[in-house]
């Protein structure tokens, strides 16, 4: 072992409950530990994250990590956390979903160390050979619905009502950690502090088949993490525009980026210690620099660099790196033109038909009813009425020249031949591109 594993999770915050015996059986030998993710979309999220730094922690104490894909449950739903019925994906984009997944998996744990690399497995590999009935009296025989019903996740949904489907996910998800007790040698399941009802059931369908509590007292256990939560108690993990994806296409490097630099300094002490692989000595040292010159937000900047290089790459980082500061240049428009195409790119645009552009009346149809997003939703100003006001007001810029009449022409030098550079008062700045 090169280092306590339950140990670094305490100092961390990041050890929310655990089963007896636990601490022991890590400190014993390695053990092997698995954490499941269903493939409901193409790409994991920050909240996913944190559970895989929990895999990512197991494995550096020395550990041997599973990550399982639900190719199974995932057809199912979990109902953990949600108020209604989960709408079932197809079979086709479930598979895709599999194999997004198992592709960032792979970037985060080490599947080459020798005797504790990590493995990945797909639960509908043992499932799909079960029929109805096979399963029933496989896994259904040995929990009781009384039990079943105990669990939170079931009795949140008793009043807005739960599907026969969605209650026996929690049979699923016990029945795997039996099979991979019995074939992979696992002996603990983690995941985040909802899951402790679907794990717990894991341990009682071991404890049930393999003959009591006395024949496996010590042989299979639970652990969770706390969910990830601001210091308001709010969840952690949505932009304003949703969920912080770990693909750079749903969101990009800049955005990623730039989400992990804007978080409050309150909530950066606990995110350092969870998304990242900074030592306890090193968040201390940051914590104290952060608190002699709050203004240079070196929390942020740390805690962004560390989670974007291990998403992406030190690549990305150094450009969307240079692509911030570049926002921020007072001399933007010299700038812009002397930047590299790498540096460019990594901006996050908003796309401007040419002709569009070009037979809009003024400046006021341009930042009122062309800048939108993909949903066609406007971006920076709701009306033409806004965009008049905030002009009035002196708080637009375009190419860092204030725009003094909403009537004005659009007679502006297009930078590199195709970008104009927007600002809304002193922080929000948008990089229009004519296409």
Request: proline share 2%.
């Amino acid at each position: 072992m090169t280092k306590n594993f339950i140990e670094e999770l305490r100092w961390r915050g990041m050890l929310h409950d655990m089963m007896p015996g636990t601490e022991e059986q890590l400190n014993k030998e390695m053990t092997a530990a698995y954490i499941g993710f269903d493939p409901t979309a193409s790409s994991l999220h920050i909240g996913n994250l944190a559970t895989i730094m929990l895999l990512k922690q197991f494995q550096l104490s020395g550990h041997k990590p599973f990550a399982l894909i639900g190719g199974a449950t995932g057809m199912i739903g979990d109902p953990s956390g949600k108020a209604a019925e989960r709408e079932f994906l197809s079979e086709e984009a479930l598979r895709y979903n599999q194999e997004c997944i198992k592709l960032q998996l792979a970037k985060f744990l080490d599947f080459d160390s020798g005797i504790n690399s990590a493995e990945l497995v797909n639960n509908y590999d043992w499932f799909k050979e079960f029929s109805f009935l096979g399963f029933l009296r496989e896994a259904g025989k040995f929990l009781s619905v009384n039990y079943m019903m105990s669990k939170d996740s079931v009795k949140k949904r008793l009043e807005t009502g739960i599907s026969f489907t969605e209650f026996s996910y929690q049979l699923l998800q016990g029945y795997d950690f039996y099979w991979l007790y019995k074939n992979k040698n696992i002996r603990l399941q983690m995941g985040g502090s909802d899951q402790w009802g679907n794990i717990t059931t894991g341990t009682e369908i071991i404890r049930r088949k393999e003959g009591g509590a006395e024949e496996i007292e010590n042989k299979a256990f639970a652990l969770t993490t706390p969910l990830v939560t601001k210091s308001d108690g709010t969840k952690f993990g949505k932009s304003e525009s949703g969920n912080v994806w770990l693909d750079r296409n749903m969101t990009s490097p800049f955005q990623f980026y730039q989400f992990w630099l804007n978080v409050a300094d309150t909530d950066c002490p606990r995110l350092l210690r969870v998304f990242t692989l900074y030592n306890k000595e090193e968040i201390e040292t940051l914590e104290t620099e952060h608190a002699a010159a709050p203004h240079l937000r070196i929390m942020q900047k740390a805690l962004a660099k560390d989670v974007t290089i291990r998403v992406h790459s030190s690549g990305d980082y150094e450009n969307v790196l240079a692509a911030s500061e570049l926002l921020f240049d007072k001399n933007i428009t010299e700038t812009f033109e002397s930047s590299s195409e790498e540096v460019i790119l990594a901006l996050d645009t908003i796309n401007v038909k040419k002709s569009d552009y070009d037979n809009c009346g003024n400046v006021t149809d341009f930042l009122a009813t062309l800048i939108v997003d993909e949903k066609g939703e406007p971006v920076i100003f709701k009306s033409k009425g806004d965009t008049r006001k905030a002009i009035a007001s002196n708080a637009v810029s375009i190419n860092k020249n204030k725009v003094q009449d909403a009537n004005q022409t659009l007679n502006f030098t297009l930078l590199r031949g195709c970008y104009i550079i927007v600002n809304f008062g002193k922080q929000k700045t948008f990089v229009v591109k004519l296409v």
